[in-house]
């Protein structure tokens, strides 16, 4: 039990990085011995601190914390995560760069009669180095097998166990027998604190990319929604804009009337309908002929033309000064 000096100690170290840092890591460590936390603190110097601690001093630590904060501080909703085997990363770099070290820190592990599996447990096919006189055993956790080359091998691949099963006493003997390690140890990131947030470790998956396409997506959702009721917005005005022109094109051409926009159209449409077959059949040429080579010139074109359409590809982020 730490001494009066050292539990003070541990007090204002604690209160210190609450105060330090803004992001908090909150890992699980079920199993997770010493010298592999002491192995993560190495790897995570000069970007985070690893803490660990009693839940009822850590939960002390905290509110006392917020009571010199003035009685109100969001680091109070701390107290209802810090239950079972849990610990502190404290960190203000980016979360999901020290999520990675901790993924690279997990160490291989048997399966124990017991435990819940946390992945899919599966028996590759091939030679298990086992004497014939073991089939019956094979043979009771129904594994597959053949005698080849006076030894036992398994024939097909078997899922042993399912992600979230119970790992019988059989399969952990099966599994420690072929020399299998299904299981890794280390830390089990839970939560997220963030300036004031709380966060479920899940959001960490959320990539720029996702972000982004859904952005893009309520954008289009935004547009056609104006566009479908007439009322204007940043979203739907480039695409009125376009389908404004392509209506004045459709009705100069309707009724006769050209103006110097309109001299391509006329050629077009006052174009005689064989040379129009040629001149499609030779663009189409032109355009297999040349999809390998000029591929990077036509996404340069492609580009151009997009922008065109739309009427003004800054109000999507190209430079403008609107905004939503």
Known sequence: MPSRERKAELFARTKELFAEYNKILLVGANNVGSKQIQQIRIALRG??????GKNTMQRTIIR?????????HPIAALTEHVVGNIGFIFTNDDVSKIREVIDNNRVPAMAKAGQTAEV???VPPGPTGCDPGQTAWFQALNVPTKISRGQIEIVNELKLVSKGEVVGGSEAALLQRLDIRPFTYGFVLQSVYDKGNIFDAKVLDITEADLQAKFINAVRRMASISLQVGYPTLASLPHSVGNGVRTLIAVSAAAGYSFEQMEEWDKLLNMDPEELAKLAAASAAAGGAGAGAGEAAAEEEAEEEEEVDVGGGDLFGGGGDGGY
Do not use: M, N, S
């Open 47 to 52: 970007q985070a601190v690893v803490l660990f």
């Open 120 to 122: 899919d447990v599966v």
């Open 64 to 72: 006392e914390f917020v009571e010199e904060q003035g009685g109100e």
